[in-house]
T-cell receptor
């Protein structure tokens, strides 16, 4: 099993550009999450999903949108990138909420 | 608000020594805690977890201790090796059924 995969691994955007980050998991997990991690800081929850077709806001949702059209995929979109969105983005999935989450390798995004 | 935090941002230990990484939590309703290891350029990896009805849990070379009286969590690594160098995060299930992550402690192992 591949576990949780993320594409792309790296991306550089100009301010105002848009992009979509893709997360895929092959563990048949119901729950999926998007986090951002800034230097020297912990993980902050952006959005999450409790099942196919559902999404919910996390701690820092502004400037991001998500979609969960298929159970195995969770997409994170930036409609108009800003330098403040420069960060490393991690996707995670879990069987149930509040317990062990499995993380992907991350996407390093730089917004100029 | 309720939060999970760490006492030491950086810990440097000699190879072969034991390491202790600490974490304080403030939500007395939290019933589950987990430690993650994050190596440079990688995503967090599960190390060990513990439920609030336990005081101690052991894994391979790692032990997690939970002191609910003072709301303190610690991760002990025995015979620390260079491969243990990483950032370690604690997280709690904050009774809202989501995990809240601490800021992380960087463990550096000196050869």
């Amino acid at each position: 099993n591949a576990g949780v995969t993320q594409t792309p691994k790296f991306r550089v955007l100009k301010t105002g550009q848009s992009m979509t980050l893709l997360c895929a998991q092959d563990m048949n997990h119901e729950y999926m999450y998007w986090y951002r991690q800034d230097p020297g800081m912990g993980l902050r929850l952006i959005h999450y999903s409790v099942g196919e077709g559902t999404t919910a806001k996390g701690e820092v949702p502004d400037g991001y949108n998500v979609s969960r059209l298929k159970k195995q995929n969770f997409l994170l979109g930036l409609e108009s990138a800003a330098p403040s969105q420069t960060s490393v983005y991690f996707c995670a999935s879990s069987f149930t909420s509040g317990y062990e989450q499995f993380f992907g390798p991350g996407t390093r995004l730089t917004v100029l | 608000g309720e939060s999970v935090g760490l006492h030491l941002p950086t810990l440097s230990v000699q190879e072969g020594d034991n390491s202790i990484i600490n974490c304080a939590y403030s939500n007395s309703a939290s019933d589950y805690f987990i430690w993650y290891k994050q190596e440079s350029g990688k995503g967090p990896q599960f190390i060990i977890d513990i439920r609030s009805n336990m005081d101690k849990r052991q894994g391979q070379r790692v032990t997690v201790l939970l002191n609910k009286t003072v709301k303190h969590l610690s991760l002990q690594i025995a015979a620390t090796q260079p491969g243990d160098s990483a950032v370690y995060f604690c997280a709690e299930n904050n009774a809202g059924n989501m995990l809240t992550f601490g800021g992380g402690t960087r463990l550096m192992v000196k050869p």
